[in-house]
């Protein structure tokens, strides 16, 4: 009998043995007092078992070998298993305060087991994927657990870790006090984080609202997707904005990412000008578009879950790449674009190292990416403003240079022409002096000939591509249909370059056209075109006049002081119109310097005659003190007006030879009045081709037509 209870009491201690050898086996952490408050890392004594089911139970796991960690944090990568950690705890500090933290908000599944006596055990399931009161501390924005152990007590803590995101753990045990004293450092470096990227957003937004540039609206786009995304992932936007709805964690950043390779893609298309520099990067993101758009619905139906995050990872190096080509092939504005993006995707590289367990769990690997979205954001937009002052200095420069082109051209015109005609007086002495030099003299004549042929082939050329700078500073066709109402423009010069020019701008609610008729044509009316335009420029874009005879007057007073002919008989103007559309009053304002605005309302054509004097025009002592005169009208369903020069009606032609007059233009305006501006502009070329058969132009022709019903 005493055998039987000997043998009995032994297969007791083997089993009791063999149950405790996983708990001996481990080493307990020892939580010593600290006089610096620091956090104290207790994952160098913690054991991990991976249940690759994720279907055991917590009796049932308790029974599992586990594996000793040895390392300062926890980091398992992207993993679909379930991991179990274990720790056991002796508390030496007289402190009761300590509490584990993980800093990392986003753990889908996280549940926390802590040994209160031998049979019984504390229990708090949480996550990511559970409302934000299931953690029970709200002391940071991660995982606080409070650490209920008095001085010289023993524990043993469980933790249960799974879900979609990076199973990285990086444990702490930090006393309340320090805990606090973190989390307002952390909501201080947050604060002026966010704080920078809320900044970046308001300023460059109200430059698109003033520009209407889409890059800007673009980048602004981008800014509010970082925004959502880095609020998401530190735990803001879930504790302060939505904490009982946590399935929007588990959307808002996948989301967010297929709208940013659209947005970034849509960027660098209109940024890097690819269009142009590199057409296959070109094409290239307009397929990631399109993957982007399914990316999200793939990733919103959960058929393929990191969708998004797989195509972003793979769309961010094509930027680099991209800005770098594109800066080799000659568009400057991308320096700043390739600094940005190389500071971005060395900071997403770090924190994705990180999360895949290839780099330590530190505040370097935590926040290089926040750092390097600033700085990318900051960047970006001084590549904006960088972009915009080239294009300044490029126009600037080709303006100074059609200048130097034609001052040269006209120099040595004047000279050629002098020094032809002296030789050809003193020939033509010769040749009655001396028959016998005839021959000779007539050779002469053939070679200056020849090189006066071969000078003016050189100044024509010379005017094409003043004909091409020209042709850049007046408005081109897709700006005009952004700005104005359904319209036709009939522009035809004589020469090759022209006196006639036109101009529009919309700021705010109001469209500005403004036609104009410079004195002579070719050359001298080109350049007056372009005093026209930048005297306008400054009048309108940079002083904010409004008013179209404010507008007038004041070009009546800048004129001559461009053109240095104060106190002088030179009375080198324009004739010109100027129409101002307001859609938020649906009013039409004009004004003109002896050029006419023809409208038709209610099917009637109406001639409101300009003022009888020109922009730097003669006036008689009647009307030297007098300014132009402003007409306002409101606009009716079914509004339409003309601007135009004076070339189409006096253009000679018809059976007789005579001009096409006033009289005959209003009427053949007027039977266009019902057709669109497509069939009228067809309408008015067949007329003109038809009346100049076998006559030449004489002048610049200039038709402006504008259907502006209610706006």
């Avoid at 606080?144 to 001085?151: G, H, K």
């Avoid at 057409?279 to 578009?289: E, M, S, V």
Wanted: charged residues 20%; proline residues 3%; neutral net charge.
């Amino acid at each position: 009998m005493n055998q039987l209870r000997t043998r009995v009491f032994i297969i007791k201690w083997v089993l009791l043995l063999a149950v405790m050898s996983p708990l001996e086996a481990q080493d307990i952490f020892v939580i010593k007092s600290q006089k610096t408050r620091q956090s104290l890392f207790p994952a160098f004594n913690a054991e991990y078992f991976e249940d690759k089911t994720g279907k055991l139970s917590f009796e049932q796991v308790q029974q599992q070998h586990f594996i000793p960690n040895r390392a300062s944090s926890l980091n398992f990568g992207y993993s679909s298993s379930t991991f179990w950690i274990r720790l056991q705890l002796q508390n030496a500090s007289a402190a009761n305060d300590w509490r584990f933290l993980s800093f990392i908000p986003y753990h889908n599944y996280l549940d926390y087991w802590q040994q209160t006596s031998p049979n019984t055990w504390k229990h708090i399931q949480t996550g990511w994927m559970y409302p934000f009161a299931s953690r029970g501390n709200f002391e940071h924005v991660g995982f606080a657990f409070p650490l209920d152990l008095p001085q010289g007590s023993i524990t043993t803590i469980y933790f249960k870790l799974s879900g979609y995101d990076p199973l990285t753990f990086p444990l702490e045990l930090i006393q309340k006090q320090s805990l606090d004293l973190r989390f307002q450092l952390e909501n201080l470096y947050y604060g002026i984080y966010f704080g920078i990227l809320a900044v970046m957003l308001l300023y460059n937004l109200f430059i698109y609202v003033t520009l209407r540039d889409r890059n800007y609206l673009y980048y602004v786009a981008y800014i509010l997707c970082l925004l959502i995304i880095f609020s998401s992932s530190t735990g803001y936007l879930f504790r302060y904005i939505h904490p009982d709805l946590p399935l929007i964690n588990l959307y808002s950043s996948r989301i967010t990412m297929g709208v940013i390779v659209i947005m970034t893609s849509l960027f660098a298309i209109h940024f890097l000008e690819l269009k142009k520099y590199i057409l296959w990067f070109y094409k290239l993101f307009l397929i990631d578009i399109g993957l982007a758009v399914l990316a999200i619905i793939v990733t919103g139906t959960e058929l393929y879950s990191s969708a998004t995050n797989d195509l972003l990872s793979i769309h961010s190096p094509l930027l680099l790449l991209a800005g770098i080509l594109a800066w080799r092939r000659g568009n400057q504005s991308a320096r700043y674009y390739v600094l940005a993006w190389s500071i971005f995707i060395i900071g997403a590289t770090t924190i994705t190292l990180r999360n895949m367990g290839l780099l330590p769990i530190n505040a370097f690997t935590t926040h290089t990416v926040e750092i390097g979205s600033a700085l990318e954001i900051i960047l970006l937009s001084l590549a904006l403003a960088d972009k915009y002052r080239i294009l300044r200095i490029e126009k600037e420069k080709a303006t100074y240079e059609a200048l130097i082109i034609q001052q040269k051209a006209n120099e040595e015109l004047e000279g050629k022409v002098k020094e032809r005609t002296l030789e050809l007086s003193e020939s033509n002495t010769e040749l009655r002096q001396i028959n016998e030099e005839l021959d000779a003299t007539l050779h002469t004549v053939r070679l200056q000939k020849n090189e006066i042929e071969e000078q003016n082939i050189q100044i024509n050329d010379s005017i094409h591509y003043a004909q091409r700078i020209q042709q850049a500073i007046l408005p081109l066709e897709h700006r005009m249909k952004e700005i104005l109402p359904p319209h036709f423009l009939l522009y035809r010069p004589r020469d090759i370059v022209s006196g006639d020019f036109y101009w529009a701008e919309k700021l705010g609610d109001k469209a500005f056209l403004i036609v104009g008729d410079c004195t002579g044509h070719g050359v001298p009316g080109a350049f007056m075109t372009m005093l026209g335009i930048q005297a306008i420029n400054q009048i309108v874009l940079q002083k904010g006049v409004e008013a179209p005879h404010q507008i007038l007057n004041l070009l009546d007073e800048m004129l001559p002081s461009l053109l240095k002919s104060e106190n002088t008989s030179v009375n080198d103007g324009m004739d010109i119109a100027v129409v101002v559309l307001d859609t938020q009053q649906q009013t039409l304002s004009f004004a003109g310097a002896k050029s006419p605005l023809l409208m038709i309302q209610e099917g009637h054509l109406v001639e409101i005659k300009g003022n009888n004097f020109a922009i730097n025009g003669f006036r008689s002592k009647s009307s030297l003190d007098e300014s132009y005169t402003l007409h306002s009208f409101p606009l009716s369903t079914n509004t339409q007006f003309f601007l135009s020069t004076d070339g189409f009606q006096d253009q000679f032609g018809g059976d007789r030879g005579r001009k096409f007059m006033k009289r005959r233009f209003k009427n053949l305006l007027s039977t266009l009045a019902p057709h669109s501006v497509e069939t009228q502009q067809l309408m008015l070329e067949n007329e003109l081709d038809s009346w100049m058969d076998g006559y030449r132009q004489l002048d610049d022709i200039l038709v402006l037509g504008i259907k502006a019903s209610l706006l």
